[in-house]
């Protein structure tokens, strides 16, 4: 098992004694139950972390470790976006939790023509929320140090201009009447920003489809079968991700 990991705002000095403290000093003493001589990994969820002794614990909340250095993780490449239709219920932290977890570097909430769910007002910034946090924590279980972006809400026009800037763009598309072709054997960036749109239950509806193709995006399916919007991403991102050697 890989050391557990916590999240920091910074690192002081870099180098020396860090207290952990607060909501990640509680789980770390009063849940993980850590104690001196083990190692913790300690992130600000971009890039930088550093590998850390345990030196002591002080009541519930405070743990103490030592800092030897501050490393920074390379930028993965290419870049994986993932635009997520709205789904319904608590399909939404799904499928931001298992897109953290295999690896994807940017989800786009998208409130799509078809989407039975609406993101207004107070609700919406509730729910973008929810799915920032469930990327965090999501981040932290799956032991990233890069933990994924989620942006605000985008619309159908927003998206179009995400694609017309990717280096791969690609919609996912569950109408096989709609000329598609399989993501298995699309010719793939060395680097650069793929960004894949993924539709909702009721799939992408033919002005969105119309939209993207004008963008540069093409329509791709996963198999011969049709797979739930919230595990749709997750599963063309593991296909993403062997395919550009990330997983290798």
Request: charge should be negative; charged fraction near 25%; hydrophobic fraction near 40%.
């Amino acid at each position: 098992m890989t050391a557990p990991v916590f999240v920091v705002e910074s690192f002081g000095t870099d180098r020396g004694r860090f207290v952990l403290d607060g909501p990640e000093g509680r789980h770390a003493v009063s849940v993980k139950r850590l104690q001196v001589g083990e190692e913790v990994v300690l992130t600000d969820g971009a890039g930088r972390y550093a590998l850390c002794p345990v030196t002591g614990v002080e009541g519930k909340d405070r743990l103490i470790v030592d800092v030897p250095s501050v490393e920074e993780e390379p930028a993965p490449t290419p870049r994986i976006t993932v635009v997520q239709a709205l789904p319904k219920g608590d399909r939404g932290e799904l499928a931001v939790e298992t897109m953290t977890e295999v690896g994807v570097d940017a989800i786009v909430p998208w409130q799509a023509a078809r989407c039975i769910t609406q993101w207004k007002g107070e609700r919406g910034l509730k729910a973008l929320g929810k799915w920032r946090n469930t990327a965090r924590e999501a981040g932290k279980q799956s032991r990233r140090v890069r933990f994924p972006e989620v942006a605000d809400a985008a619309t159908t026009k927003q998206v179009a201009a995400l694609l017309g800037t990717a280096d791969f763009a690609g919609v996912l598309h569950s109408d096989f009447d709609v000329d598609s072709q399989p993501l298995a054997t699309a010719e793939l960036p060395a680097s650069g920003e793929i960004v894949l749109v993924v539709g909702p239950e009721g799939g992408v509806a033919g002005d969105e489809l119309a939209l993207f193709r004008q963008a540069g995006a093409t329509p791709y399916v996963l198999g011969p079968t049709v797979l739930r919007t919230s595990t749709a991403g997750t599963a063309a991102a593991a296909l993403l991700l062997g395919r550009t050697g990330r997983w290798s």
